[in-house]
């Protein structure tokens, strides 16, 4: 890595091609440092550290037809597990960290819209089984 190191919130991958034959050999170095040659090592980084972002959801209509916006928080993190790391690496090795961020709320969204549409209708329900207990309740 030219002499750089990893620090321990950034994951290193090293993509070496030696050789006349086109061989490749990567390697996933979390946290530590290695040499490598500029003109054969292509190295990139995606950082291991804890993201905030705020998914918002505006005027999302239930199965009722009841319009409902709701913000929600979601911190999340990359884990360190080689196969979820490996499969983080090749969807957002070379990402800007504001793209990841975006691409995490878009799912976060359209996740958040799903359960606003299918739930609400229960929670509706609920309410309406509450009121009526109320009732029961105050004219006995």
Known sequence: MNGNQCN?????????????????????IVGGWAFAWWFVTDVQRISLEVMTVNPVCEHVETSQGVPLTVTGVAQIKIMRADDLLKTAAEQFLGVPVNQLR???????????????????????????????????ELSE
């Open 102 to 136: 975006s691409t995490v709320n878009q799912t976060l969204e359209g996740h958040l819209r799903a359960i606003l549409g299918l739930y609400y209708l229960d929670i509706q329900r609920g309410w309406q089984q509450k009121k009526v207990q109320e009732r029961k």
């Open 8 to 28: 321990v919130s950034k994951v290193c991958m090293c993509d070496t091609h030696s050789g006349c034959c086109g061989a490749t050999t990567k390697r996933t």
